[in-house]
């Protein structure tokens, strides 16, 4: 890609999705709006995007009822008697599904009645919106979320104080302790989501009063901490003022987001028994070599590095978050993309500590790399951090949430042991429908009614395809119609309308060995330039492309420095990490004595109900009478094996049971 530049407006959207650059900032690529792309259906993400509207979020409203999440807001505005319920940060457990309702009613054939900023009924091109009712599962989700977001925005005004302060925390059970705890108060972790709410209201033209609620108390942010020096012990506040900043064009929003940047890394927490690190305060940002502490602040500081970055044309900071993401990624990050290896303190560990056991791997970590990331692709157009959304988003968010949508995992191993104890809810052995501490659920909700955004950029000079589904694009004067089983397959069935000299770029993920391409039926030569295939031409009013990526079975192997899995391996197809279990293994099998004969096929078999299982051949260890020390070499006898690997985000949904992805070699004692 070219140097980063001024993105400009090349593609007018109606719709403007999440972290979309502002007009001045210094980007590469530009994003396409929510009403320019379409999932059709093909492929996961069309089918996790379904199953979020039907089920997901649905779930979401039901729960924030019952835990007593809307009676706070409620006892705020002085409407409930009742007593505070839930962790003092549980406001923004709402704020999430305010915001995942939003993305999701933007999405075209959700709400017929939902206007945008622009020419409302119709689209950028002047085309017809999307018929009401095109998709069963969103539209009928509809009614429901648009009455909750109307009655929340309503509520919220109601509970806002008249200086603009909205917490229900502070408000009901310690309206003394107003701004007096910034280590663990979360008070502008909160303003935060709720303004990243607001930013999707105004986007989609949705609810007005939002982002006037969420302006108000912005604006008594600005108030007061440009005149302290203190920061929020939980990173959060920085991407959503500069977010706001995005949307009204008010400059002191992006001004305080740069703020609390440069105060961070000054000492100014009291860090108590985790120390500094814990909170990213012992070393200012710019200045960090390595990522530390609890991986959600982390990874959300990073993600306001960048915004802050790109709207201000800030290179060196710019630079430290590339930095501290190729810490994480080379020496930090588990195969599935997870993030935070250990439990005490939800944090990174040391370099290549990473126990699949003991993995904690918190989903939130998860959709944080995932949206630093995607702000990195937007800023220097590189295909790797397309790559890492692709595996982080298959792998470690999808693992989150059980078939259904309706039950979550909070930490995500990557080894269930036999006999495995659940130790409280964030190491359970199975996903559970909620939780005391419910960051997770509705973060994965917002995630996934916003997947169109991610899917690509464009401007009228071309169009970047970074994530594979069934999708209608539209970007500028070209509309591409994306057919495909991804990533069960590796074919992409691609019919273009575009005008002549405008470039097509498909990714060509890293872990693809071998590819062809053909335009109407004919191949055509291409190779790959910096990670993705640029196809050029003139392309008429309807050019066949096909994509086929090449998706053999593989095994990958860990960096010799990563102890936890030494003399393993980890089997995968297409950006898909497997993993065995138990109720694939016959019942006399421990889990923990099976052996992968890593010189054996390795073969892509279709089944029901998953579509592409790998079989391996594989043996089980007799470990009857061993000593659990001993000063000989361990020789137990092994029966062969034939090994049924699956998904590894599927995993837990066939009952409870051990589950491993790094397997030991059966040369492996």
């Not at 985790?274 to 960090?288: K, L």
Request: proline share 8%; aromatic share 8%; glycine share 10%.
């Amino acid at each position: 890609m070219s140097s980063p530049k001024p993105s400009g407006n090349p593609v007018a959207t109606r719709v403007a999705g999440p972290a979309t650059p502002g007009p001045g900032a210094v980007a590469t690529l530009h994003p396409l709006g929510l009403d320019q792309v379409r999932l059709d259906g093909g492929g996961l993400l069309g089918q996790w995007r379904r199953r979020n509207a039907g089920q997901t979020l649905p779930h979401c409203l039901a729960r924030l009822e019952s835990s007593g999440n809307l009676d706070n807001l409620r006892a705020a505005a002085g409407e409930a008697g009742k007593e505070f319920a839930g962790m003092w940060f549980a406001d923004s457990d709402v704020y999430k599904t305010l915001e995942a309702a939003l993305w999701e009613l933007a999405a075209p054939g959700s709400d017929p009645d939902m206007p945008g900023p622009a020419s409302p009924g119709t689209r950028p091109n002047g085309r017809e919106p999307a018929a009401p009712g095109s998709d069963p599962a969103v539209s009928g989700a509809g009614p429901r979320l648009r009455k909750f977001v109307d009655d929340t925005a309503a509520l919220l005004a109601r509970a806002q104080q008249a200086d603009g302060y909205l917490n229900s925390y502070f408000t009901v059970a310690e309206p003394d302790q107003r701004w007096r705890k910034p280590v663990w108060s979360h008070e502008l972790y909160c303003a935060g989501h709720l303004i990243q709410a607001a930013v999707a209201a105004g986007r989609t033209g949705a609810c007005p009063g939002l982002v006037e609620v969420a302006r108000r108390f912005a604006d008594l942010l600005v108030e007061r901490f440009s005149q302290v020096e203190e920061v929020c012990g939980h990173p959060e506040i920085e991407t959503a003022l500069a977010e706001l900043y995005r949307l009204t064009g008010h400059r002191p929003y992006l001004d305080l987001a740069r703020r609390f940047l440069d105060l961070r890394g000054r000492g100014l927490l009291e860090h108590g028994r985790f120390g500094p690190r814990y909170h990213q305060d012992h070393v200012p940002p710019r200045e960090a070599r390595e990522v530390t502490g609890h991986s959600v602040r982390q990874l959300y500081l990073l993600a306001g590095m960048v915004d802050v970055a790109v709207e201000t044309g800030d290179g060196a900071l710019l630079e430290a978050s590339r930095r501290l993401w190729d810490d994480a990624v080379r020496t930090r990050t588990y195969v599935t993309g997870a993030h935070g290896s250990r439990h005490r303190d939800e944090a990174y560990g040391d370099p290549y500590e990473l126990p699949p056991d003991r993995a904690y791997a918190e989903t939130c970590a998860s959709i944080a790399a995932f949206q630093v990331s995607w702000r990195l692709l937007l800023a220097t157009g590189e295909a790797r951090y397309a790559d890492e959304m692709e595996r982080v988003l298959h792998n470690a968010v999808a693992a989150a949430v059980s078939a259904d949508g309706r039950h979550f995992f909070y930490s995500n191993p990557l080894h269930l042991r036999t006999g495995h104890t659940n130790a409280g809810e964030e190491s359970a052995g199975h996903r559970l429908p909620w939780y005391s501490c419910a960051c997770c659920p509705p973060n994965i909700a917002r995630l996934m009614a916003s997947l169109p955004a991610y899917l690509a950029t464009g401007d009228a000079t071309g169009l970047q395809l970074h994530l594979y589904a069934g999708a209608t694009i539209e970007a500028g004067p070209a509309t591409v119609r994306v057919r495909t089983d991804y990533p069960w397959q590796g074919r992409v069935e691609l019919t273009v309308s575009a005008p002549e000299q405008w470039t097509l770029a498909l990714r060509v993920p890293s872990w693809c060995a071998s590819y062809s391409v053909l335009i109407d039926g004919e191949p055509a030569p291409a190779s790959v330039d910096a990670g993705y295939l640029r196809l050029t031409g003139a392309w008429g009013e309807s050019t066949s492309v096909v994509l086929d990526l090449g998706m053999p079975a593989r095994q990958v192997r860990p960096h010799p420095r990563v102890d936890a899995a030494r003399g393993c391996v980890a089997l995968a197809r297409g950006p898909l990490v497997y993993c065995l279990e138990q109720h694939d293994l016959p019942e006399s099998v421990v889990l923990e004595d099976v052996r992968l004969d890593t010189g054996g096929p390795l073969e892509a078999v279709s089944t029901h109900p998953i579509p592409i299982v790998i079989t391996a051949s594989g043996a089980a260890l007799d470990v009857t009478g061993t000593p659990l020390y001993t000063t000989d070499r361990h020789a137990s006898s092994a029966a062969p094996l034939r090994l049924i690997a699956v998904p590894y985000f599927l995993w837990g949904n066939r009952g409870q049971g051990p589950m491993r992805v790094w397997l030991p070699a059966a040369d492996t004692p």
